[in-house]
């Protein structure tokens, strides 16, 4: 017991330092930054990566097609070896919307030695915008074929590239929240990101921390040449966050927030849905390294699992200053998820659940790690990659 009560008051000085010195409780601003409308709209390539996504394609595409923006723009839809009919349908799509920003749909073949599937559609995307007749577009905007935009998306997300001289701009999609298991595990997943990549650590001018979301990037073309992307970061698995480090390595400014006009239609109804989903990458995440697995499991223990196992093992053992330390730690846990769960629209009765949330994320990442000695690891729609080492 008094080994519970040393991991009990641990784990409340962790949370009282993220609740009151990082300020997760109340520090939930992550709109876009002040932005105007410059004195000439840039020029605007939009790129989107597609594999087998004729399911969604419907719910998204026409999103961009229909962008509301007063600058030239265009969309370059990459189909990365479909076998669902995704280029045929997104070709009937841009039929069905004549007064459309134009749409060229690209099939690239198999991805070069070396090369992730989703790096390989981007980099045959992004050389088609910069090879074309016209002048070289001025951004990149790099978004997934699950993401559905607002018809002024593109033009909020120029606005606050331009005004505040940004190199990188990333919004967080808001994930689809509707079934048992996306109300649980979802939300935790956008929180446990904002953990390890906090957003105000990245934004600020200076920073050392870098991360992005791969769903949304408006990228400037200058930066993505300068930084050699996609070439650069070609093996990455986690493309967002190796991209972003890309740029900021060579000098870009980059920001990244939460989404309030960009959303994923992907559904994850079941459970094994959303463990492939974190699974896929959890591993890789952690450079594929068995120490950083092993400090992971025991720090998501030590924070997440040990206050209601306190609280509960002291209340029946009659001790109270275990159970007071557990109470109170689960307690700020809980204050720290609010915030997540408003942005998401869920009760607040979801906020004690966090533990179990982290339970399921510990044996997922494990799982992760398992598949990977296995020779499965980040496999995705019928590909599996190699750590970039070994690639």
Known sequence: MGYLLVAACASLVVWLWLTLG???????????????????????????????????????????????????????????????????????????????????????????????????????????????????????????????????????????????????????????????????????????????????WINRPAARTAAAAGGCVLLRTEAAVRAGVPESIRQAVIDDVSLARAVQRTGGRIWLGLAERVDSVRPYSSLADLWRMVSRSAYAQLRHHPALLAGTVAGLVLVYLVPPAALLAGLASGRPAVAWAGGLAWLLMAGTYLPMLRYYRQPVALAPLLPLTALLYLLMTVDSAVQHYRGRGAAWKGRTYARPGDA
């Open 22 to 200: 990082q300020g997760m409780f109340w520090r939930t601003d992550t709109r876009l930054p002040a932005r105007h409308a410059p004195a000439r709209w840039p020029s605007v390539a939009i790129v989107v990566p597609a594999r087998d996504e004729a399911g969604v394609l419907p719910h998204s595409l026409p999103s961009l097609l229909a962008q509301d923006y007063p600058g030239e723009a265009e969309v370059v839809l990459v189909d990365d070896g479909s076998t669902d009919g995704t280029a045929g349908l997104a070709r009937r799509l841009a039929d069905a919307h004549p007064g459309g920003l134009p749409l060229t749909v690209l099939s690239p073949g198999e991805p070069g030695a070396g090369w992730t599937g989703k790096l390989w559609a981007l980099r045959h995307g992004i050389a088609h915008a910069r090879s074309g007749a016209g002048p070289v577009p001025d951004y990149l905007l790099l978004t997934d074929a699950d993401i559905a935009h607002a018809p002024d998306s593109l033009r909020e997300l120029v606005c606050a590239a331009t005004a505040a001289d940004l190199d990188l701009v990333s919004q967080m999609a808001r994930l689809r929240a509707v079934s048992v298991w996306e109300r649980l595990i979802v939300p935790a997943f956008v929180y446990f990101f904002a953990q390890l990549y906090p957003f105000r």
